[in-house]
């Protein structure tokens, strides 16, 4: 993956221009350190900062077809782009990067090749014939793009928001699984999948057919020309990814390139519950084991950074950001240029402690829709972010598209979680990988209770965070917080200090309507909130806040009061969810 920046339209072709577009792409070089690109054609300007993975030695951006009236920039891996040369026979590729065939499927079948593509990715692409161009996200929102307008009639383009917020009269996240098509001046979706209508899906549960979709994941995500790793926290989701990694690593194009020795990676205060169960997992599937240590004072140090890298006042996707920011600057002083991260499974699988109280299997797979809409703005926005800030790129396989479809296709009663049958949270995966011949995990790894990440890494860091915020922000200013901050108004301490900082780096309106606000209980959308009277009284984003569920539940809580909220305007799905 890398940075993109892209202005279309602006009417300025002068060296001004050009000079305040090569500024502005520079604000993204983190994301891209191995390279930097920018293409003019007349008031057009592509830029790109590259991320070398796929053929480092010639695949630099901006990308063209045959005669270069065809300019692509894009973030992302196309896994297929092999088999894409070979249904392009009369095409000339200037590259082996994987991103190479954008242009070419472009010519051949116009702006409707989206779903021919086998991968992550979002791009721009520049038709210099008639001065058209599109823009696209991928199906789920793993890769991160915002749009913005100009005054000047320009449309702006951005893998993040620092790259056009100074610049633009009004931006937005960029929707995933949409196209932006300058001939028609508006979006259109591309993904589709079944499960975006209300239909309750009723294929049976099929346990060694959902593992095998699984295991198919992982030759396509070992497409690589540089060393790699996988991020270990002990959980299961983290633990299946790391185990199959292992499992099918040998006799890989990667393994003969870099070994067969997986190298995994953890991160934690000392004593984390998360460290102990890494450390075992990694013994168990026979990982090169890496430890990373961490105090609350070194997180409350990076707090500012963070806000500033992940362009959020979110307080559960900043609790988590913090240490996989930590971590990912140590993974990549060891010359690790891309991890294999295991986001996602959560929200088709009901992994939340919240999905305990699911009253039935609609409410349940709804809830789980109304997640995956939203993923983009919370954990693939962390995922992304928080690892890009030093190089570094991470896969998240959960999120393919196929296996998506075959997650969301499963009859949700078979995900129901029913302590009376011995299920717990995210049954369904855990029993497609119990193996008693061969088993993938130690089985109280496979059916250790979900910890987020945030939790994980040490209970003592989310008290940390509020203790340090108790010291930054009075009652005094917590009576004025709905007059100060009138949209998404911070309902707690924690909250206010880091919307402050956010104000701080991003004080356009724009800027703070991209983050998502509401109610929420251990990660959960407002409308699950209703699942449990008790649970209005304990708004926390914490899965320890899903009391009567987790082990370690908090105590005695502060009644938090939803705050009257301006609601942006923004596409809403057939769920009645902005996206």
Known sequence: MCGILAVLGCSDSSQAKRVRVLELSRRLKHRGPDWSGLHQYGDNYLAHQRLAIVDPASGDQPLFNEDKTVVVTVNGEIYNHEELRKQLPNHTFRTGSDCDVIAHLYEEHGENFMDMLDGISSFVLLDTRDNSFIVARDAIGVTSLYIGWGLDGSVWISSELKGLNDDCEHFESFPPGHLYSSKERAFRRWYNPPWLSLAIPSAPYDPLALRHAFEKLWIKRLMTDVPFGVLLSGGLDSSLVAAVTARYLAGT??????????????????????????KEVAEYIGTVHHEFHYTVQDGIDAIEDVIYHIETYDVTTIRASIPMFLMSRKIKSLGVKWVISGEGSDVFFGGYLYFHKAPNKEEFHQETCRTIIVLHRYDCSRANKSTFVWGLEARVPFLDKEFIRVAMNIDPECKMIKKEEGRIEKWA?????????????????????????????????IDGLKAHAEKHVTDRMMLNAANIFPFNTPTTKEAYHYRMIFERFFPQNSCRLTVPGGTSVACSTAKAVEWDAAWSNNLDPSGRAALGVHASAYGNQVKAVEPEKIIPKMEVSPLGVAI
Request: hydrophobic share 30%; net charge positive.
């Open 253 to 278: 194009k990667a393994a003969k390139q870099w070994g067969t020795k997986l190298h995994s990676f953890c991160v934690g205060l000392e004593g984390a519950p998360d460290l102990k169960a890494t």
């Open 429 to 461: 995966l855990r029993r497609a990988f119990d193996d008693e011949e061969h088993p993938y995990l130690p089985k109280h790894i496979l059916y250790r209770q979900k910890e987020q990440f945030s939790d994980g890494v040490g209970y003592g860091w």
